[in-house]
């Protein structure tokens, strides 16, 4: 039986460690360079940069992308790590006002009611026509006992959107 065999060419020592010298301590300047700063890994990141990492995502695509995964977090009733996702997309975007209000309508579901009149009076400042904010802004202000002040929000949603029924039939138990 014969067998393939054949004897690899080395380079010489002193050129072999040269390179290899040289692509450690370009690994360690960079690596230098991150240590203080926290880092998660994530697939989207495309290159690392001396004064900063290049992302494939712009600040909106990342923004929807947080928000979707909040929403799905959300829905499996891991409201904490939604509102994560939900603030690092608020910072994203913070003139977005369904970020807000889905953020107080999760808040009312841990009954941390004024973290979530907080959020909602946020929705209904960034959008005042928007009917659905000021029905989650009554919500927790009735949560909280503000009765008066969720009626109030209650009669401008119905304003905004005569034809929402639950609104009405909210305001109706209170009135």
């Known amino acids: ?62 923004s929807k992308r947080l928000e979707e995964e909040g929403v799905s977090l959300a829905e499996q009733e891991r409201y904490w790590e939604a509102i994560t996702r939900w603030n690092e997309a608020i910072g994203l975007t913070p003139k977005n006002e369904k970020l807000q209000e ?36 009554g919500r927790a202000q009735m949560g909280y006992g503000d009765v008066e002040m969720g009626v109030k929000s209650f009669s401008k949603a119905i304003h905004l959107n005569p034809d929402e029924l639950e609104v009405r039939i909210i305001l109706l138990q209170y009135i």
Request: glycine share 4%.
């Open 1 to 62: 039986m014969a067998t393939a065999f054949g004897w690899k060419r080395k380079l010489p020592q002193n050129l072999l460690g040269r390179k290899r010298a040289a692509v450690f301590d370009d690994r360690n300047q960079i690596d230098d360079n991150y240590e203080n700063e926290p880092y998660e890994e994530d697939w989207r990141v495309l290159l690392f940069k001396r004064n900063g990492i290049l992302s494939i995502e712009d600040n909106l695509a990342k």
């Open 102 to 137: 889905m953020k107080s309508q999760v808040l009312l579901e841990l009954h941390e009611l004024f973290p979530a009149i907080e959020a909602a009076e946020k929705a209904v400042s960034l959008n005042p026509c928007w009917f659905v904010a000021y029905q989650t802004l």
